[in-house]
């Protein structure tokens, strides 16, 4: 599929790309499921840690170059050869807060991923039924193959009242527990 370019637009105007017909033939709809999926993909937790690799990369040569630069530069001015900073040497501490700004980043994604994985496995091993995201009415005949998503939000919240009638419960049970001590 063919991207026209931008077009040219004063300054301060948002640049708009203008509109293509949407796909006439069913070929070239499959063909553009494929990048609609690549978009999609975009948002994922995994790929923005893989975006985040390279500048990770980056950072790290950086924070080693800028600490040999020091390093040399102090070995030089404890010998003696160099009096004082004649050349101003980046900073260290600058490029090492960055490198651990970017070492957060794909800790806090991977965490988002594991947890995404551990809720997906709840879900299927708690609620085994499909949900059905784009339906909000029941079909006549599918009563129970799948759940609405209306159907899924109330079975979620029953769940959730139980198991906060349950925490309630423990937490009273071990109150008196500890009140008879």
Do not use: W
Not at 44 to 49: F, H, R, Y
Not at 65 to 78: E, F, G, I, P, R
Not at 100 to 118: F, V, W
Request: net charge negative; charged share 15%.
């Amino acid at each position: 599929m063919n991207i026209p370019p931008m077009q040219q637009q004063g300054p301060g105007v948002i640049p708009q790309v203008p509109q293509q017909p949407g796909p006439g033939t069913p070929q070239q709809a499959q063909q553009m499921q494929p990048q609609i999926q690549q978009a999609q993909e975009k948002f994922d937790n995994i790929s923005k840690v893989k975006s985040l690799i390279a500048p990770l990369r980056e950072s790290l040569a950086l924070t080693l170059k800028t600490a040999a630069q020091t390093l040399h530069q102090n070995s030089l001015v404890d010998v003696g050869s160099l009096k004082g900073v004649d050349v101003p040497v980046p900073r260290f501490d600058r490029n090492m807060e960055e490198f651990y700004s970017i070492c957060d980043q794909i800790e806090l994604h991977l965490k988002t991923s594991i947890e995404c994985l551990a809720q997906g496995a709840a879900s299927q091993r708690y609620l085994s039924l499909p949900v059905a995201l784009t339906r909000t009415d029941p079909l006549p005949n599918q009563e129970g193959a799948a759940l609405t998503y209306p159907q899924y939000l109330a079975t979620v919240r029953s769940q959730v009242g139980f198991a906060k009638e349950v925490h309630d419960m423990l937490m009273g049970a071990a109150q008196n527990v500890s009140s008879g001590e």
